[in-house]
């Protein structure tokens, strides 16, 4: 019998990030059930409560509680019958603020909400500078960071909170002017 407790024990350990409570055969007749919280194992007694684990992580989501299903479990609630607590997380929002770039653009954008893992097309373009020709998105200023295109499909730019995105300008080399010659 112990060694199908050590069993449930390595399968237990195999699966993550699942709170895990089981009652195996060999534990029922020890009157113990296995409880994988994070990478801790521990063996509680039947009727006994489960102390509620460290909230996990998982980036890009806001961590909602431990679920038998639908339901949020009771961490009040003595253990009397196998089951699987999961962790639930909600996707978070960023939203994204577009910046013209040059204190001579003329137009507006609205800033956009975006949600991470779901990809999202960025909006059209709404700034024009005379002489310039749009060139795209940048995550920095200077232009050293990402590039995105205008109306790009994108996903997950952020985390959380915010990030700004930075017109790109390339001189309009095909923009007519004229050359007076002076005597």
């Not at 407790?5 to 113990?32: C, E, G, H, M, R």
């Not at 001579?104 to 909400?113: D, H, Q, R, Y």
């Amino acid at each position: 019998l112990q060694s199908i407790f050590n069993i449930w024990v390595q399968l237990a350990k195999a699966l993550s990030p699942s709170l895990i409570i089981q009652f195996t055969n060999a534990a029922k007749l020890y009157d113990k059930l296995v409880v994988k919280v994070g990478d801790e194992y521990k063996v509680v007694s039947y009727d006994e409560k489960v102390t509620k684990p460290s909230d996990p992580e998982k980036e890009g989501y806001t961590f909602e509680g431990w679920y038998i299903g639908d339901k949020e479990y009771d961490f009040n609630t003595p253990i009397t019958e196998d089951m699987v607590l999961e962790a639930k997380y909600k996707a978070n929002t960023y939203e994204v603020i577009f910046d013209k770039n040059n204190e001579e653009a003329t137009g507006t954008m609205s800033n956009v909400t975006l949600t991470y893992d779901k990809a999202s097309t960025l909006p059209e373009n709404g700034y024009s500078v005379q002489g310039y020709i749009f060139g795209g998105w940048n995550t920095k200023a200077d232009g050293t960071g990402d590039d995105y295109l205008n109306k790009e499909e994108v996903k997950n730019l952020a985390t959380s909170g915010t990030v700004t995105l930075y017109a790109k300008w390339v001189n309009d080399t095909n923009m007519p002017y004229k050359v007076k010659h002076m005597k």
